[in-house]
């Protein structure tokens, strides 16, 4: 759960909304709860018996119950008159209708005369006498509506419909005010995920994969984003509508009887123990899902971009099984977390409705036992009532520990991203590197991926500035890993990278890489403009503005681009596809070859930049990378002879070591790996 709390944080700027949107729910609360509590008044109007007669009892005083006095009560059926001398009453009188009260009487007596109390008075009067928590409420509301019942209840059935609508209107304002908060938390964690990944070393693309990387920036992000919406939404305005309704319902239930509140709370321990142990078995659950989601995506994404060797082998039905078999693996584990989740909820009803007929038998049995006074069944009414009123939030609660259990899952996989170490951002940390003079240099370079795999032992190359230095080798003995040291891809497990005698981790990143451009075998033209992708190549220094669209189409014509690209429709305007899916090999990698020229850098690294290219195009490339490489370093891999032939010398790596250095003719007569590469089908082209 750290991991989430964490996440919680970027939602931190946003708490002046978030605390609006809790006003808004709290005040909803009171509003749900008036509405349940109209129960009781409803009851208590509809089976109330209306009051007959005149009555003249003696009666304790209202704010003096020690003393009495004598009250003469009328109903509302009564008229009541003041006796005249003609009519001859020497008290009081009922004729026709009319109670007729001789005044001189009641004054001498301190008799009061009132109307009987009927409808919300009656209630109301009941209340007081019995010491209700409720009762200034009902004084209040009888003072102010009218004392027919039926108008009475006119206006309570209007003053629900009202509460309902502005409850709709509160609860409206809530949400979208607590959904605009987490969106744009999630927003600013999405954008942090993003940075954070962009810095990161090669090493963690090694350990972890895109897919998978690509997996947390979806499911993951997306169930942290549930998580947190309904956190900051429900866990507050739920509970408060439990917590209230339950409170109210205990107040009522103790003036009923001692044991309906008892049998209620009794239930709590019980539900919240089963919550917690389903939430950990879906936290537990959630995790592996969103692992296999993540293999699912890598299937998915090998077949798809793997589709001309799917379709050329006919591995259909391979690739059919593989991802058959991955989504019956997610298909269980996501099964088990719909099962937690689609049993926490009847679960939950179920132990609550059990505790609402235990106070049900509790209260039916006063009934049967002694009676209920109209006041005491309004009050059992409405204690049922707020039963019910708290069935709906604890209902909706039981879900809520679920969901945040899914939301760290999420968010341990996320943070274990924004925990690994990453780059320093350019030009914060260390010197600055001069333009390279002197040379390049590995001394006792060792390098082992975090796989546990050392791939590079112990090597040792010097690199003179202007030089064109070929690395040769068996597939998989580090060519590839070695030239990644120098733009610092990688950091050596032992040993360091020099240029012109400095150790390049102590310079900054922007000094360094910005003297580096690279061309790798396997190109990746983004999906834009043909001239964006090559003016992308172009240094980002301070003063200077985007390349020129003759500069763009000078480094096209430098790399024999420009004859593919005059032929499309927009030509340089022309939008490549997704991953360059428009274009043929040789033309991705002329297009790379152009990013690297008009970056006009001091070392130029080429990792087989030609091998999908032509004889006739490699050859005019070749001419071209001859005549660009004048004054500059260049470190290329070559898997065809044809490539060494603008090389000074030639590095032989074997098994992750240096076996030799030297020209062509020097190898030829001393090196036993060279002459055994050139016979297995390196030969000049």
Same mark, same amino acid.
């Given at each position: ?33 008036g ?22 009892q ?13 009250v *003469?009560?009328a ?26 009260i001789n ?20 209630l ?15 004084v ?21 419909v009202?509460?309902t ?9 809530n949400?979208?005010?607590?959904g ?6 999630m927003?600013?964690l999405?954008?942090r995920?993003?940075?954070?990944v ?13 897919t998978?990387?690509?997996s947390r ?12 919406k ?21 107040i ?13 709370l009794?239930?709590v ?39 001309r060797?799917?379709k ?12 058959f ?10 099964l ?10 009847p ?15 509790v ?7 002694i ?37 760290a899952a999420g ?8 925990a ?30 975090p ?49 012109d ?22 190109? *990746? ?23 020129t669209?003759e ?16 032929? *499309?429709?927009?030509?340089?305007q ?7 899916a ?5 033309e ?11 970056r ?13 290219l ?7 490339v ?5 005549t ?6 260049v ?26 250095v030297?020209t062509?003719?020097e ?11 050139r016979?297995?089908? *390196?030969?000049?082209?």
């Amino acid at each position: 759960m750290k991991s989430f709390y964490k996440a919680l944080r970027y939602s931190w700027p946003y708490r002046w909304r978030i605390a609006a949107g809790w006003v808004c729910a709290a005040i909803a609360t009171v509003l749900y709860v008036g509405s349940i509590s109209a129960v009781g008044p409803l009851v208590g109007l509809l089976f109330q018996e209306p009051a007959k007669g005149v009555h003249f009892q003696s009666r304790p005083v209202p704010k003096d119950p020690d003393h009495k006095e004598w009250v *003469l009560e009328a109903t509302h059926q009564w008229k009541i008159k003041d006796a005249e001398d003609s009519d001859a009453v020497n008290a009081f009188e009922v004729r026709d209708g009319t109670l007729l009260i001789n005044r001189k009487w009641t004054a001498a007596n301190q008799v009061r005369v009132i109307r009987s109390a009927e409808g919300l008075s009656l209630l109301a009067n009941q209340a007081v006498e019995s010491n209700k928590i409720y009762a200034p409420v009902l004084v209040l509301l009888a003072q102010e509506l009218p004392t027919n019942r039926y108008w009475c209840l006119l206006w309570i059935m209007a003053g629900v419909v009202i509460m309902t609508i502005l409850r709709g209107l509160l609860r409206y304002t809530n949400e979208y005010l607590v959904g605009h908060a987490t969106n744009r938390a999630m927003l600013a964690l999405r954008l942090r995920i993003y940075d954070h990944v962009l810095r990161s070393p090669l090493s963690l693309f090694a350990r972890i994969g895109p897919t998978d990387i690509m997996s947390r920036f979806q499911q993951d992000c997306f169930l942290v984003q549930e998580g947190t919406k309904t956190l900051l939404g429900k866990v507050f305005s739920e509970p408060i509508r439990a917590v209230v309704c339950v409170v109210m319902a205990v107040i009522v239930g103790v003036s009923i009887d001692p044991w309906l509140p008892v049998i209620i709370l009794g239930m709590v321990p019980l539900i919240t123990f089963m919550v917690r142990r389903l939430a950990t078995q879906m936290r537990r659950s959630s995790r592996k899902a969103l692992e296999s989601w993540a293999q699912l995506v890598s299937i998915l994404e090998e077949s798809l971009f793997g589709i001309r060797i799917v379709k050329g082998y006919r591995l259909e039905a391979h690739e059919r099984r593989k991802f058959f078999q991955a989504s019956r693996r997610l298909f269980r584990q996501l099964l088990r977390a719909i099962r937690i989740d689609a049993i926490t909820e009847p679960a939950v009803e179920t132990l609550f409705t059990m505790a609402v007929a235990g106070a049900v038998l509790v209260g039916g049995k006063r009934i049967i036992d002694i009676g209920l006074s109209q006041g005491s069944l309004a009050d059992l009414m409405l204690f049922f009532a707020l039963l019910a009123g708290a069935l709906d939030p604890a209902r909706k609660l039981s879900n809520v520990s679920n969901r945040i259990s899914q939301a760290a899952a999420g968010a341990d996989r996320i943070f274990f991203i924004l925990a690994s170490d990453v780059e320093p951002r350019y030009g914060t940390r260390g010197m600055l590197l001069p333009r390279i003079r002197q040379s390049i240099e590995f001394k006792g370079v060792s390098f082992t991926y975090p796989t546990g795999d050392q791939v590079l032992k112990d090597v040792s190359l010097a690199v003179r500035h202007g030089e064109v230095v070929a690395v040769i080798g068996r597939t998989g003995c580090g060519k590839t890993t070695l030239v990644s040291l120098i733009p610092r891809f990688f950091t050596p497990s032992e040993g360091a990278v020099f240029i012109d005698g400095i150790n390049i981790q102590d310079v900054t990143l922007r000094s360094l890489r910005d003297q580096i451009a690279i061309v790798p075998q396997e190109t *990746l033209p983004f999906a834009e403009s043909i001239a964006t992708n090559i003016a992308i190549g172009a240094r980002q220094t301070s003063g200077q503005g985007p390349p020129t669209q003759e500069e763009i189409e000078a480094a096209a014509r430098a790399a024999h681009a420009d004859v593919f690209i005059q032929k *499309l429709d927009a030509g340089y305007q022309t939008v490549i596809g997704e991953h360059g899916a428009t274009l043929s090999g040789g033309e991705k990698q002329r297009l790379a070859l152009a990013r690297a020229i008009i970056r006009d850098p001091a070392i130029l690294i080429l990792d087989e930049a030609t091998s999908a290219l032509d004889e006739e195009t490699q050859a005019m490339v070749q001419d071209t990378l001859a005549t660009f490489a004048k004054g500059r370093t260049v470190i290329l891999i070559a898997h065809r002879l044809s490539t060494l032939n603008i090389a000074d010398r030639i590095a032989v790596m074997d098994a992750g070591r240096i076996m030799d250095v030297g020209t062509h003719d020097e190898l030829m007569a001393r090196c036993t790996l060279y002459r055994r590469l050139r016979e297995v089908g *390196l030969e000049p082209g």
